[in-house]
């Protein structure tokens, strides 16, 4: 059996942690990804092999172009998300092709595995792999995003208090 599967890493100065692996292709945004670094879509990618095409051919032109990546912001804490600062800097960070952010003001968000989306996503293009990501990680440290708690906690008005 041959197709496409989605694996999800998170990384930190502990490790490399999996997420979710399953037999299914990326999804949303990050396949955006596959067009700068692969010429080709992910639907092109996918379908190619059923239509008997082959694959090695558009990757050969494209693995001349550099690198490409993307992140996918991830969610720091469980509240309620008003907005964020720092839209602008990210996106002049130089390498970052766009920042999408999908969070919409109002939304409760969480971690995982809570949650099951992120903030947004912030895409970059360079040279080499090292530089896109030293591009996602200044763009993703400009961004301040305002999570307040979902419940803010009660003040006892001084004259009840004990």
Known sequence: MAGPIHAEVR????????????????GGLCGRVLT????????????????????AEPLALAS????????????????I??????????????GVTGVTITAEPGQIVAPPPDGTSYLGFIFARASIPADVETALRI????????????????????????
Do not use: T
């Open 81 to 94: 998300y008003h907005g964020l600062e720092g839209m602008a800097a990210a996106q002049s960070v130089s």
């Open 11 to 26: 990384v930190n100065e502990h490790g490399i942690w999996l997420l979710e692996i399953a037999a299914r292709s990326i």
């Open 36 to 55: 700068h670094s692969l010429g080709m879509s992910l639907e092109e990618l996918i379908l190619r092999p059923l239509a008997r095409k082959p694959v």
């Open 139 to 162: 763009a993703h440290r400009s961004l301040n995003f305002d999570i307040c708690p979902e419940y803010p906690a009660a003040q006892v008005p001084e004259a009840e208090a004990p």
């Open 64 to 79: 001349e172009g550099g690198a490409a990546g993307v992140m996918m912001i991830p969610i720091p804490r469980r509240g």
